[in-house]
């Protein structure tokens, strides 16, 4: 007798009963080529760049040869776009659709994605049109070493409310003259028309950390069709963004979801010993890196333990990771869970402690902003010479000087003029200057 699974639908209602709010799901399997693309793309139709293909090439070898895989990919609009690996089971397809609801009612109900659009894939299909009439007008190569810069500093945008974070967005943004470059499909991407090169507003009132929205506004190099690109990267960053502060907490409300609502569909006895086999694998550890499912499916099980299903559902729209791990992780959970903190001497590497106090609060740091470093943008006329000025708000840990030097050789292609860099290194106040392709290091 042929083994029944529940259909899409039937999930979906399963999920509601227990207090989910998921959009509608469209479900799609596709080959593991067509997978690991949407993955590398990280939004399907996005516009082309030799770095997601670079991405594709690494994702796709691990799962040819046995080192990784990925049963599905998850898009946050309205309806939800879930891709599955076409290769999957009935009973992975299950579990994987459960795991499917917990990231859409997640998107739908935490307080991160609130402002996210949720039509991005028209929204990047239009990018990448626009993107391909520029290739065509100015050359591809041009196009592709233009993205090579703005890329470079694609996470340094404003990726909340200025209000909530008390600092302007771009600021002295002037209204664009009538003929500043307007998008096409103006309704679909809002926020990615720029003021004209002829119209720069370069003094700033105050810091600002919004780095591509200043120089899409300010930058006098640019132009119009530069300025539309910008754009473009900032407002999918901007959507992005939210995925970088919950991947744990995400990762963490899927997985403890799956579990709860497989233990309600009826399995036959030998589905119930591959099931378990599957979520082992899901939770399993990695080496030398925490496991996000693993860690925040057991948090959540620590909530709702202590203040049951009201806990859970205040915890899924409230928190994200920092905040998640700061309220729920206690010592005695680290302890549980084996974590530890490794460094590496030489060619040894040591467990250097197993506290837990001290694990939570490293874990915390790490976390901190996605763990991207914090970068304002101090003054935009520095010397008053219209040179830009660049702070990096130091927390303790210091930047790669190397990647740092040649970040700001893309940012000096950005901005035209000189680009200046504060920061600490080795507990001493240093500043990096970039002038064309020279990059000098002076002591402050």
Same mark, same amino acid.
């Given at each position: 007798?042929?083994?029944t @699974?529940?259909?899409?639908?039937?999930? /979906?209602? #399963?999920?509601?009963? *227990?207090?989910?709010?998921?959009?509608?799901?469209? &479900?799609?399997?596709?080959?593991?080529?067509v997978?690991?693309?949407?993955?590398?793309?990280?939004?399907?139709?996005?516009?082309?760049?030799?770095?997601?293909?670079?991405?594709?090439?690494?994702?796709?070898?691990?799962?040819?040869?046995?080192?990784?895989? #990925?049963?599905?990919?998850?898009?946050?609009?309205?309806?939800? @776009?879930?891709?599955?690996?076409?290769?999957? $089971?009935?009973?992975?397809?299950?579990?994987?659709?459960?795991?499917?609801?917990?990231?859409?009612?997640?998107?739908?109900?935490?307080?991160?994605?609130?402002?996210t659009?949720?039509?991005?894939?028209?929204?990047?299909?239009?990018?990448?049109?626009?993107?391909?009439? @520029?290739?065509?007008?100015?050359?591809?190569?041009?196009?592709?070493?233009?993205l090579?810069?703005?890329?470079?500093? +694609? !996470?340094?945008?404003?990726?909340?409310?200025?209000?909530?974070?008390?600092?302007? $967005?771009?600021?002295?943004?002037?209204?664009?003259?009538?003929?500043?470059?307007?998008?096409? @499909? +103006?309704?679909?991407? %809002?926020?990615?028309?720029?003021p004209?090169?002829?119209?720069?507003s370069?003094?700033?009132?105050?810091?600002?950390?919004?780095?591509?929205?200043?120089?899409?506004?300010?930058?006098?190099?640019?132009?119009? /069709?530069?300025?539309?690109?910008?754009?473009?990267?900032? !407002? !999918?960053?901007?959507?992005?963004?939210?995925?970088?502060?919950?991947?744990?907490?995400?990762?963490?409300?899927?997985?403890?979801?799956?579990?709860?609502?497989?233990?309600?569909?009826?399995?036959?006895?030998?589905? /119930?010993? =591959?099931?378990?086999?599957?979520?082992?694998?899901?939770?399993?550890p990695?080496?030398?890196?925490?496991? %996000?499912?693993?860690?925040?499916?057991?948090?959540?099980?620590?909530? /709702?333990?202590?203040?049951?299903?009201?806990?859970? &559902?205040?915890?899924?729209?409230?928190?994200?990771d920092?905040?998640?791990?700061?309220?729920?992780?206690s010592?005695?959970?680290?302890?549980?869970?084996?974590? &530890?903190?490794?460094?590496?001497?030489h060619?040894?590497?040591?467990?250097h402690?197993?506290?837990?106090?001290?694990?939570?609060?490293?874990?915390? *740091? =790490?976390?901190?902003?996605?763990?991207?470093p914090?970068?304002?943008?101090? =003054?935009?006329?520095?010397?008053?010479?219209? !040179? #830009?000025?660049?702070? *990096?708000?130091?927390?303790?840990s210091?930047?790669?000087?190397?990647?740092?030097?040649?970040?700001?050789?893309?940012?000096?292609?950005?901005?035209?003029?000189?680009?200046?860099?504060?920061?600490?290194?080795?507990?001493?106040?240093?500043?990096?200057?970039?002038?064309?392709d020279?990059?000098?290091?002076?002591? #402050?």
């Amino acid at each position: 007798m042929a083994k029944t @699974y529940p259909d899409d639908h039937a999930i /979906w209602q #399963l999920a509601v009963a *227990h207090g989910l709010r998921p959009c509608p799901v469209i &479900f799609e399997p596709v080959p593991a080529s067509v997978l690991y693309e949407h993955a590398a793309y990280l939004i399907p139709g996005r516009m082309a760049h030799w770095s997601f293909g670079k991405q594709y090439q690494l994702l796709k070898t691990r799962y040819d040869y046995g080192l990784g895989k #990925l049963y599905e990919m998850v898009v946050n609009t309205n309806p939800a @776009y879930a891709f599955l690996l076409a290769s999957n $089971s009935s009973l992975e397809n299950t579990m994987i659709r459960c795991h499917v609801m917990g990231h859409v009612d997640f998107f739908q109900a935490n307080q991160a994605f609130s402002h996210t659009p949720k039509n991005m894939i028209d929204v990047v299909s239009h990018h990448a049109d626009r993107i391909r009439q @520029y290739e065509f007008q100015y050359g591809k190569n041009v196009v592709e070493s233009f993205l090579d810069h703005v890329l470079a500093i +694609e !996470e340094h945008v404003d990726w909340d409310r200025p209000a909530r974070r008390g600092f302007s $967005s771009v600021a002295n943004v002037q209204t664009p003259p009538e003929k500043s470059i307007r998008p096409r @499909y +103006e309704d679909l991407s %809002p926020t990615t028309s720029a003021p004209s090169k002829s119209s720069p507003s370069r003094p700033l009132p105050r810091p600002t950390f919004d780095l591509l929205g200043f120089l899409m506004t300010s930058s006098d190099a640019l132009e119009d /069709w530069q300025r539309d690109i910008i754009g473009m990267v900032r !407002e !999918e960053m901007r959507y992005l963004w939210p995925q970088l502060r919950t991947k744990i907490i995400n990762e963490g409300w899927a997985t403890y979801w799956h579990l709860r609502l497989m233990r309600e569909i009826s399995l036959a006895d030998d589905d /119930w010993v =591959d099931f378990a086999r599957m979520h082992a694998l899901v939770v399993a550890p990695q080496e030398f890196q925490v496991n %996000p499912y693993a860690l925040g499916s057991r948090i959540f099980e620590s909530i /709702w333990q202590k203040g049951g299903d009201e806990a859970l &559902f205040l915890a899924r729209e409230v928190e994200e990771d920092t905040s998640f791990l700061r309220n729920h992780l206690s010592p005695e959970l680290v302890q549980a869970m084996h974590l &530890f903190v490794a460094e590496r001497e030489h060619q040894e590497i040591f467990v250097h402690t197993v506290d837990g106090k001290a694990v939570r609060d490293l874990l915390i *740091h =790490d976390l901190m902003h996605g763990g991207i470093p914090v970068i304002s943008v101090d =003054d935009g006329d520095f010397h008053h010479r219209g !040179e #830009l000025l660049l702070r *990096h708000h130091h927390d303790g840990s210091d930047l790669d000087i190397r990647y740092a030097e040649e970040t700001l050789r893309h940012v000096y292609r950005l901005w035209g003029r000189p680009v200046h860099l504060e920061t600490v290194v080795a507990e001493r106040q240093v500043r990096l200057s970039c002038d064309q392709d020279e990059v000098t290091k002076a002591t #402050l």
